[in-house]
């Protein structure tokens, strides 16, 4: 078992030989209750920091919103990640994964301070900024932990479909905030 660095595909790679794989559709909808739960407690620490009394009270919920958020995200990924079957034995770095779910709750607390500052007055160029975090840290998290799958084969991903997905985490993060 090998751990990997990101390559990526190119037309000279042959893909007869990609293994093929599938989703447990059970852990899928686990993953999705663990990304609502971290969502749903992040979201209700919002007025907690707005109206927090003290610095330390509102760093306490600060702290309290990024670990719900990004252990949501984290617990969705890594889930997701378990539900993905493949015809050959893998395993996790258990380092590496651990570490993986840091970019996340980063991402989570800046994304709560901007957005909790500014109590009503949230802008849309502070959405953007806290979106444009909040994917950062999702896409990093997410080929993180990627990176902490050992398996006997070459990881390889598609240069579109990278950015694509970077794009959409950024995309998604927009929505989140602006509801």
């Not at 502070?126 to 990881?155: C, E, F, N, P, Q």
Request: glycine fraction near 8%.
């Amino acid at each position: 078992m090998t751990n990997h660095s990101i390559q990526f595909i190119d037309s000279s790679i042959d893909m007869t030989h990609a293994l093929s794989g599938y989703y447990d559709p059970v852990l899928v909808v686990l993953s999705l209750v663990a990304a609502y739960l971290g969502s749903a407690t992040c979201l209700g620490t919002v007025n907690q920091i707005r109206n927090a009394k003290s610095n330390i009270k509102r760093a306490l919920w600060l702290a309290f919103g990024a670990m719900a958020l990004g252990n949501g995200v984290f617990a969705m990924h890594f889930i997701g990640m378990l539900a993905y079957q493949l015809p050959i034995p893998f395993s996790f770095d258990p380092l590496v994964t651990v570490l993986s779910g840091l970019p996340a709750i980063l991402a989570g607390f800046v994304m709560l301070s901007l957005i909790s500052r500014y109590a009503s007055d949230v802008t849309s160029s502070h959405r953007r900024m806290a979106a444009l975090i909040g994917g950062m840290g999702i896409g990093v998290m997410h080929y993180s932990g990627m990176m902490a799958m050992k398996v006997d084969a070459t990881m390889m991903f598609e240069p579109i479909m990278t950015i694509a997905s970077a794009l959409t985490a950024v995309i998604l993060a927009l929505l989140a905030l602006h509801v």
